[in-house]
């Protein structure tokens, strides 16, 4: 494609997709293209970033995912007009402090890698709305992770994890938690994430919840499946707004009574329990519209 391109066709190109090209090396060419904003080099066999695209300084969009990158050069920290990178899908231990420069980032994609700590300049990034960081090797977060105001969407699957930043249950924002396949033993206080409307607590190993549970008042679904739930908060009621709640699973014995005011639920997933008995209430849910699988 830049093969066919002459000298004077460059000032005018702003994307330039090389997805699934094969590539072990970038074509020099990149380099003229001063005013490019979206380049997307998905899908190939690259292991270094040539210098040029560093000064690409118009750059919007990067996306150097699915590659075989082991290191990101501290010159990503030039590119100030980024609001989307992705580096998933590499070999990434770490990322540079510099990435803390890129202040007009919104959306930072960082899964599959072998990341174990964040670098503490991403507090920086307050403009940030999506952070994806699965399938790494974090065992812990950084307290101030909670200070991203305007992320509402927080993605933490299959890591290592054993607790949560106190500070998540502060980020006003927030809409999507998704923190399976991690090994969650306790919860900090969710109470105060108004706009939370999606928690995946799939796959950890809770015993309980904290009493608080129930101020989650715009929460439509909530996945605790494959815990270790031997009781839920009497506060569970409060959460009218619940579409799809999925308890399979845990180690429940009873259900508090007072989840007969989740008139909007359409699917309860009661199975693989401890419960010998089930609660005459649970007719009237069904009767208002409800699935539930015993």
């Known amino acids: 494609m ?13 994307d330039c997709n090389l997805n699934s090209c094969s590539l072990t090396a970038l074509p020099t060419e990149i380099g003229a293209l001063e005013n490019l904003e979206t380049l997307s080099v998905y899908d190939n066999e690259l292991a270094e970033i040539p210098e040029f695209v560093w000064r690409l300084e118009k750059l919007e969009t990067l996306n ?7 290191d990101i050069p501290a010159e990503v920290g030039n590119l100030k007009r980024l609001q989307m990178l992705d580096l998933g899908h590499n070999s990434l231990s770490k990322l540079p402090e510099t990435i803390g420069n890129l202040g007009n ?7 599959n890698n072998s990341l174990t700590e964040l670098p503490g300049s991403l507090r920086n990034l307050q403009k940030l709305e999506y952070l994806n960081i699965t399938d790494n090797r974090f065992t812990e977060l950084p307290e101030w992770l909670g200070e991203f105001e305007n992320v509402s969407e ?17 980020m006003p924002n927030l809409r999507e938690l ?35 549970f129930g101020d989650l008042h715009n929460l439509t679904d909530l996945d605790l499946r494959f ?39 359409e699917k309860l997933d009661l199975r693989w329990n401890r419960l010998v008995t089930y609660p005459s209430w649970l007719r009237r849910l069904e009767e208002q519209g409800c699935t ?3």
């Open 2 to 14: 830049l093969a066919a391109l002459t000298s004077s066709d460059f000032g005018f190109l702003t």
């Open 64 to 70: 150097l995912s699915v590659n075989e990158f082991s």
């Open 105 to 111: 980032l919104k959306f930072l994609y960082a899964s």
């Open 154 to 170: 927080l993605r933490l699957y299959n890591n290592g994890l054993t607790t949560l930043p106190e500070s998540l249950g502060y």
């Open 178 to 212: 998704h923190a399976m396949n991690n090994g969650l033993t306790t919860l900090p206080d969710l109470g105060e994430l108004k706009n939370l409307r999606l928690l995946n607590l799939q796959s950890n190993a809770l015993r309980s919840l904290p009493r608080t």
């Open 227 to 265: 815990n270790q739930l031997s009781a839920l908060p009497k506060t569970m009621g409060k959460l009218t707004n619940l579409r799809f709640l999925d308890l399979r699973a845990n180690q429940l014995t009873e259900l508090p009574e007072n989840m007969v005011n989740l008139r909007r639920l």
């Open 292 to 294: 539930i699988y015993t």
